[in-house]
């Protein structure tokens, strides 16, 4: 069965580097999204892809954050200088279709900023 | 008022029994409703998908959406061990670039043997 992967599993870097966040959606489907969960917190929507831009993003997703499809198989999140506060999960989801919101996540990135 | 509240819980109750998770939620532009199990350290996982009101029912697990309401229920009936996680309710409305999704907080499940 298809599904969505991400690599890293763990990243550790030190506070003001950049970081990228890789996600593999699964192959057919055109929506693309980036989460994120604070350790005991709730899942929070970051930013929304379609048709190679972005279509949503929240008040969380910055200046410091932007994301790309470099290729036809791959999703990134870049955070250009990381804060302390940024320590989180960090989840790509895809769903296929417009008309349904099934979204599929992966497996997530702990991104552990010192 | 938070778009989606749910009761961290935990709960727990025995092997066998009727489990009943519950959302409710402010926005009544909501249109897809969700629910998904989180294991620790993992990513949420897809168990039931509804659009609009209505029920849904996939094996063991049953979906409701009340819209007049705002209030959205999963059952699982017959729980067992294995069903010991968070789950997490999520929703959301159409834009035309994709579903910006919220999710409620997450019920901790504890199923005991």
């Known amino acids: 069965e298809p599904e969505v992967t991400q690599t890293p599993s763990h990243q550790v870097t030190q506070m003001g580097q950049e970081v990228i966040l890789r996600c593999v959606p699964i192959?057919?489907?055109?929506?693309f999204y980036w989460y994120r969960q604070i350790l005991g917190q709730k899942v929070e929507f970051l930013v929304s892809f379609y048709n190679n831009e972005i279509s949503e993003k929240s008040e969380i997703f910055d200046d410091q954050f932007s994301v790309e499809r470099p290729d036809g198989s791959n999703f990134t999140l870049k955070i250009r200088s990381t804060k302390l506060e940024d320590s989180a999960m960090y989840f790509c989801?895809?769903?296929?279709?417009?008309?349904?919101?099934?979204?599929?996540f992966g497996p997530g990135t702990r991104l552990t900023v010192l | 008022q938070k778009e989606v509240e749910q009761d961290p819980g935990p709960l727990s109750v025995p092997e066998g029994a009727i489990v009943s998770l519950n959302c409710t939620y402010s926005?009544?532009?909501?249109?897809?409703f969700m629910w998904y199990r989180q294991y620790s350290r993992k990513g949420p996982e897809l168990l039931m998908y509804t659009y609009s009101s209505g029920n849904k029912e996939d094996g063991r697990f049953t979906a409701q959406v009340d819209k007049s309401s705002k209030y959205i229920s999963l059952f699982i009936r017959d729980s067992q061990p294995s069903d010991s996680a968070t789950y997490l309710c999520a929703m959301s409305s159409l834009n035309t670039g994709g579903f910006k999704t919220i999710f409620g907080a997450g019920t901790r499940l504890f199923v005991k043997a």
């Open positions: 192959s057919n489907h055109l929506y």
């Open positions: 926005n009544s532009a909501f249109q897809y």
């Open positions: 989801a895809s769903n296929r279709r417009g008309e349904t919101n099934e979204q599929f």
